[in-house]
């Protein structure tokens, strides 16, 4: 048996006993032994993972009772990758979970089900054939789903996140399904290579694009099927939510390149472009709703959002750019979708854990009843800090590099050799260049908005006020994705290198190591070296550092002013900005958009009428894809269940009249 083969087995043992521990586990012990199986398990993976990149071959193969042929998992290099991603955050998750698991999440069903939802993110990648990949699929789609729903007896909300979670998560499966029934039945095999053999630009292959493309944007929350985002990942416990949005939609991500890659690699340019616009769309609008939300946790949901339609917008260019043959920018362009998956996983995670951290001493997730936390709660917000960097993409961070790898492929990816590439490529460039700055602008003022209200300034409530850091047990974990952060964006050069040579020996010459940890792109005349960007930058900031600490020894602080303080130290916390009002001026620019809805109650002083004793506003801003797109649809299914009722009263006779037209029916059709 070869090293990978023993890997997955490895995996499939860990996650039976981790499961029958749960089970059968005394109370006071379940946390700390089912988690540190989880743990072992996601290092199984991890370590399996890796070898899969190193270019490892092997695997395992199942054989079955039914008519048809064995399952084999065996990743290549790029499913190694994405199950080194998934591993790595559940082994985050596993460590957190064992430290923050309270009430109806440390229950025997919630234990059992964290193992299946691990195991099922990284068999996905593991698989070679559609059957293997879709049993996968819903293995982890069922471990998520009872995970999530382990507080839906004690909060009403949780059981309709369940219900969108489950519907969405099995129309993303049928359109999978539906998408990998017409590749196998256009070439004759269930197995991927056999799909691939489908031929390039025939109907079959459209229509298998178009439904693949759907199934796995469902899963990777792109607009407009992400409406079950902001609903699920706040509701459920927080080390789930980071392990749904850090790994579960990477599973997305790795579905999009497996059809862009390996089942329709010869892809006409009209592939390329819808990608880039549901790409496009999806960045905008998450980040949009991030930046206007006051809830944390919704705030991470939507940002996610925005952060999947970057990496979609990333593998659209490199579609577009390769069907017009410009080979280096369409490579540049692939590898900045890989390190935006890889980055996204690392400080998304980091994100929703700190965000548990929070819920964890202070029972709040409204930002507008948050603040001071950051001198109460010093790791978390070290922690939160820099993952809050990396997602607003701030140099030095993993976010940064590949972005600017995506700015500089999308740059040069309209010419070619000083010639213009297409006139698609030369409109489509600069519109995703505009796409990409404007989101990166509201996702900086959308973290500096989560960690300034959050952190700094006075609390805004009694819990804020009384919190205190979280155990180690739950710190530990923030900490190691906090490093990873940083790490993954002080070397990228050796990280592009490693993630380029995942998806082909030539796309792994298209990003090279230079200098101190820094990436060069030679096909496209682009370096950067951020040990020596921090290096520069330190030696221009230091003599300001040293002439601000003479200034402040010769001139002592007169005023004890907070950062964020709102124009002083007498400040009251009601003074100060929240999370509403400094959203306030954006929900106006973008109010067409937005369609916020607002209550202003005013109550009078008793002796005038012109004296104002209180004014009360509330703002809510919903949802426009689900008001106006889902609800209509699903207020229709109501009347017609409601219409359904009358014909479905309970009578036998009408039963059997129904059975007697049925019959008729189909005796005349038969007769046709």
Known sequence: MTNLGAGLILQLVLAAVAMLTALTIAPSLRATVTGSLSALLALAGLTTGALAMTGATGGILIPLALPMDALILAPDRLGGLFMVVVSVVGLLVSIYGIGSATGPATSRTAWAALPIFLLGMQLVPAATDSVSFLLAWEIMTLGSTVLLLADHASRASVASAGIWYSAMSQLSFFLVLAGFAVLAAATGGTSFAAMATIEPGSWAANLAFLLLLLGFGGKAELVPLHVWVPRVLP???????????GAMVKIGVYGALLVCLRLLPEAPPWWGILIMLLGGASALYGILQASVSSDLKVLLAYSTTENMGLVFLSLGASVLLRSYDAVAAADAALIAALLLAVSHAVFKATLFLGAGAIIHATGERNLDRLGGLGSRMPWTA??????SLGAAAIPVTSGFVAEWMLLQSLIHGGRLNG???SVAASVAMPLAVAVVALTAGLALLTFVKAYGIAFLARPRSSAAALAHDVPLLMRFPLLLGALGVLALGLIPGPVAAVVAATVGPQTALAAVPVGLGGVALPG????????????????????????IIVSARTHPERINALPWGGGGSRARPRMQYTATSYAEPLVRVFDDVLKPSRDVQVTHVGESRYLVERVKIEQTVSDVIETRLYRPVLNLMQRYGIVARYAANGSIHRYLTYSFVAFLIVLIVVSL
């Open 524 to 547: 496209i005349g682009a370096v950067l070296d951020p040990v020596m960007l921090v290096v520069l930058s330190a030696l221009v900031l230091i003599p300001i550092l040293i002439a």
């Open 235 to 245: 509701e459920a416990p927080s080390h789930v939510s980071a392990a749904m949005s």
């Open 419 to 421: 010639e213009v590439v």
């Open 382 to 387: 070290l922690s939160f800090g820099i993952a």
